[in-house]
């Protein structure tokens, strides 16, 4: 089955590519999600004008990525973790924390899934937190983890 793709989708390609995949794939999948189209007559010209649409999208979030990493570049937050006896941490700091963390004391807004923690921060102290803000454009933030009385 010959179908162009309106979106881009893992592993398949980009959005305006015209690709030849499995009958059952294309039928029940890409085009039940509406992720792509049957490629038809003037598909080649529908799958320019997207591929033109699709890089201009890209490049601006590229720029807006790029000018946001510049803004947030090796700030420091400080977020508060209730500490027991023994310094034994309740709870710990999440991706979540740290994205209400920087909104609340740099004034800027992240999505909490561009925030890339492998595991919670379960101890004290300064912690490096990498953000994949863009497919090419990263940032770090350093969390200081201080003890809440």
Do not use: C, W
Not at 76 to 98: H, M, P, W, Y
């Amino acid at each position: 089955m010959k179908v162009m793709l309106t979106k881009d989708v893992d592993n398949v390609g980009r959005a305006g590519d015209v690709k030849e995949v499995a009958d059952g794939y294309g039928r029940n999948f890409l085009l039940r999600r509406k992720l792509a189209v049957l490629a038809g007559k003037g598909a080649e010209a529908e799958a320019k004008r997207l591929k033109e649409a699709a890089v201009k999208r890209e490049t601006k979030d590229r720029v807006e990525a790029q000018a946001l990493a510049d803004e947030i570049n090796n700030k420091t937050v400080v977020v508060r973790l209730k500490v027991g006896a023994e310094d034994k941490a309740f709870g710990s700091i999440t991706n979540q924390d740290v994205a209400a963390a920087l909104k609340a004391q740099h004034r800027v807004e992240i999505d909490r899934h561009k925030i890339d923690m492998k595991e919670p921060i379960k101890t004290l102290g300064e912690h490096e937190v990498s953000l994949k803000l863009h497919r090419d454009v990263d940032a770090h933030v350093n969390v200081i983890v201080t003890q809440d009385r």
